[in-house]
């Protein structure tokens, strides 16, 4: 395994041809996410922009995200981000499953994921409440109210994830992985997660780095798993538990609609303040032992199922 990390990550640049735009696997490697990137942003401009302007019209400025805004804005976001892959595909003449939706056992991963992402959410938490650095307040949410907001949160949130890992670990990861080699790819789309997280309201330096660590979480199981599921599961409810079912800040947003209320008490590198859970230093040995566990689960396998859909960079 050791071994054949070592020859991904110092992968040799793409060979010669007789162009600097096409490669012996088609248009090399930049060129390629530079168009898909062009394309998003196109579309972005195009369809996205009055949507989302238009909704935000109608909700007030700071206040408490609604869930049929967030389900609205993600749907657009996945169609955009799904177009943008196809039309890719296309062009280069490739399957779409190849950018992260292959692989076996898709919804066992898919519902792994959703178990170790609450899993893993309710750890911090009951982590800060144990500390003294986060305080519930008042009694749950209850009756049918607590079911509607639970099920408007958790379809938004499907598509959270399913945006999200599409956008930088599906066909971007892909790319970058025969041009760039795997891990060099994952350190530059996770480095990219992080930054992007620094728009949100209320976001803080531990909370970018803890978002693009956990983005390197997310490409070690396209790694082990060959697919996008389990990222997208666990990112679904990681940000489901976070945001409804304990009623925390979620990288500085906070949801309209929630089972628990709580808020934080401490300094704010121990609770994360504004930003949430993910914005304390606890989340910083938990993502270490979220991949050491992977390791110890997956880590046996001496050839990665991603790597044998991908032409190697030295082929590009």
Same mark, same amino acid.
């Given at each position: ?132 650095? %986060? ?63 620094? @728009? ?34 666990? +990112? ?14 979620? @990288? ?6 929630? %089972?628990?209320?709580? +808020? ?15 914005? @304390? ?36």
């Amino acid at each position: 395994m050791a071994e054949e990390l070592t020859q991904i990550v110092t992968a040799e640049p793409e060979r010669d041809s007789p162009s600097i735009f096409i490669g012996a696997h088609g248009i090399r490697a930049g060129w390629s996410a530079l168009i898909f990137i062009a394309i998003f942003l196109a579309l972005e401009f195009i369809a996205a922009l009055p949507i989302f302007t238009f909704i935000h019209f109608r909700v007030e400025q700071g206040a408490p995200q609604p869930a049929h805004v967030a389900l609205i804005q993600e749907m657009v976001q996945v169609c955009l981000v799904m177009l943008t892959t196809f039309i890719m595909s296309r062009i280069e003449r490739r399957p779409v499953a190849v950018y992260g939706y292959a692989g076996k056992a898709r919804l066992i991963r898919f519902l792994s994921g959703l178990l170790w992402g609450f899993a893993a959410i309710s750890v911090l938490v009951a982590a800060l409440w144990k500390s003294h650095l %986060l305080a519930f307040d008042g009694t749950p949410l209850g009756g049918p109210l607590a079911w509607k907001y639970a099920m408007e949160w958790a379809v938004a949130f499907v598509f959270v994830g399913i945006f999200e890992e599409s956008l930088l670990r599906g066909y971007l990861q892909y790319t970058l992985t025969r041009g760039l080699g795997f891990w060099w790819g994952a350190l530059i789309l996770s480095t990219t997660f992080g930054a992007i997280h620094g @728009s949100n309201p209320g976001e803080s330096p531990v909370g970018l780095f803890a978002a693009a660590a956990i983005g390197l979480v997310f490409c070690l199981s396209l790694w082990y798993t060959g697919s996008l599921w389990w990222a997208i599961g666990f +990112h679904a409810a990681w940000d489901w538990g976070e945001t409804y079912f304990y009623g925390t800040s979620d @990288s500085g947003m906070v949801a309209a609609g929630h %089972l628990f209320s709580e +808020h934080p008490t401490g300094p704010l590198l121990w609770t994360g303040g504004a930003t949430g859970p993910e914005g @304390s230093l606890l989340v910083v040995p938990l993502i270490l032992v979220i991949a050491l566990l992977m390791w110890l689960w997956w880590g046996r396998r001496t050839v990665s199922p991603f790597r044998k859909q991908v032409p190697s960079a030295t082929e590009s």
